[in-house]
């Protein structure tokens, strides 16, 4: 176990360094300037900015600078929020993210997982047939029109939820229930497939023929090769989003990570965007290995030592 984990802290490292070189290396590389405004700046002032963030120094040089900067934790300013720190923009930022994903990912554990698990038990049925119908409009649906049904209905008729901002309480439930909703629909999905595909097998039939009882079966034997695809998916799902969806929190008007995803690129803010592409593959490293240890608690056959 001990070995494992520290092979894939290795991994993961390895992981976070090429995601930020890339990062930096697209930013730098491709056309535009984080110093670009809508007047045209004189040369010698750009020269002087060039000169003060070390832009006039070898593109590996300022690469093994901002990885060094990331490394001890000594986070750059940002280019276009002038006067804010990186790390100061992101921890204003991750609360808020992490408070509407994490509840956004119970939602989609709790409602997807029953629900695709009754449409397995009751495969060709028509519960099956409707559960699928209805997780298949949930897959389709985006949030940027999820998002302003729901706020519609449960903010502007039923003013229970507040529609917009981060000001109350209950400024969670409208967006989390959007992501939940919509990451709900594929759970249910994969849950189907899966138990539907482990009800299949020969040493479930093995089973039934020796008459052990059908909940058992489905309990102790088929759920939990069931749940090993579905795990796969739920690494991922977590972390994106825990890191911040810029579509639903654009159309409820949240203060979090997703709206400077977009807005570090479109303006070539590459030091934040860095630290943001840093913290989501973080997050998918921890997640994985999350998952593997999960995977082989739940799977005898599974060696962490093997893997």
Same mark, same amino acid.
């Given at each position: 176990?001990?070995?494992?984990?520290? $092979?894939?802290?290795?991994?993961g490292?390895?992981?976070i360094?090429?995601?930020?070189?890339?990062?930096?290396?697209?930013?730098?590389l %491709?056309?535009?300037?984080?110093?670009?405004?809508g007047?045209?700046?004189?040369?010698?002032?750009?020269?002087?900015?060039?000169?003060?963030?070390?832009?006039d120094? @070898?593109?590996?040089?300022?690469?093994?600078?901002?990885?060094? $900067? #990331?490394?001890?934790?000594?986070?750059?300013? $940002?280019?276009?929020?002038?006067?804010?720190?990186?790390?100061?923009?992101?921890?204003?930022?991750?609360?808020?993210?992490? +408070?509407?994903?994490?509840?956004?990912?119970?939602?989609?554990?709790?409602l997807?997982i029953?629900?695709?698990?009754?449409a397995?038990?009751?495969?060709?049925?028509?519960?099956? /047939?409707?559960?699928?119908?209805?997780? +298949?409009?949930?897959?389709?649906? @985006?949030s940027?029109?999820?998002?302003?049904?729901? $706020?519609?209905v449960?903010?502007?008729?039923?003013?229970?939820?507040?529609?917009?901002?981060?000001g109350?309480?209950?400024d969670?439930?409208?967006?989390?229930?959007?992501?939940?909703?919509?990451?709900?629909?594929? =759970?249910a999905r994969?849950?189907?497939?899966?138990? !539907?595909?482990?009800?299949?097998?020969?040493?479930? /039939?093995?089973?039934r023929? &020796?008459?052990?009882?059908? &909940?058992?079966?489905?309990?102790?034997?088929?759920?939990?090769l069931? !749940?090993?695809?579905?795990?796969?998916?739920? %690494?991922?799902?977590?972390?994106?989003?825990?890191?911040?969806? #810029?579509?639903?929190?654009?159309?409820?008007?949240?203060?979090?990570? %997703?709206?400077h995803? =977009?807005?570090?690129?479109?303006?070539?803010?590459f +030091?934040?965007?860095?630290?943001l592409?840093?913290?989501?593959?973080?997050?998918?490293?921890?997640?994985n290995?999350?998952?593997?240890?999960?995977?082989?608690?739940?799977?005898?056959?599974?060696?962490?030592?093997?893997?």
């Amino acid at each position: 176990m001990i070995r494992f984990i520290l $092979s894939r802290f290795i991994q993961g490292i390895i992981v976070i360094v090429a995601v930020l070189s890339i990062t930096f290396l697209i930013f730098r590389l %491709g056309p535009g300037s984080p110093f670009a405004s809508g007047r045209e700046m004189p040369e010698y002032v750009r020269e002087n900015l060039d000169r003060i963030y070390g832009f006039d120094k @070898p593109i590996i040089v300022q690469l093994w600078r901002h990885l060094v $900067s #990331f490394a001890t934790f000594d986070l750059p300013v $940002s280019f276009r929020l002038k006067g804010w720190g990186v790390g100061e923009i992101i921890a204003q930022g991750l609360p808020v993210s992490f +408070t509407v994903g994490g509840a956004a990912f119970l939602i989609a554990i709790l409602l997807g997982i029953p629900a695709g698990a009754l449409a397995a038990l009751r495969a060709g049925k028509l519960r099956d /047939r409707v559960t699928m119908a209805a997780a +298949t409009l949930g897959v389709c649906v @985006p949030s940027l029109v999820l998002g302003p049904v729901i $706020s519609l209905v449960f903010g502007l008729k039923l003013h229970w939820f507040n529609t917009a901002g981060w000001g109350s309480s209950g400024d969670w439930v409208l967006p989390s229930v959007t992501l939940g909703l919509i990451s709900a629909a594929a =759970v249910a999905r994969l849950t189907r497939g899966g138990l !539907c595909e482990a009800l299949a097998a020969d040493h479930i /039939r093995t089973a039934r023929a &020796k008459g052990v009882e059908e &909940k058992m079966i489905v309990a102790r034997h088929a759920f939990k090769l069931a !749940c090993l695809p579905l795990i796969n998916y739920l %690494g991922p799902l977590a972390a994106g989003l825990m890191s911040g969806s #810029f579509v639903t929190e654009t159309v409820f008007q949240l203060p979090g990570l %997703g709206r400077h995803f =977009v807005s570090s690129a479109l303006h070539k803010d590459f +030091t934040l965007a860095m630290c943001l592409a840093g913290l989501f593959a973080a997050l998918i490293v921890i997640f994985n290995l999350l998952v593997d240890i999960l995977q082989a608690w739940l799977n005898p056959r599974i060696r962490l030592s093997d893997q």
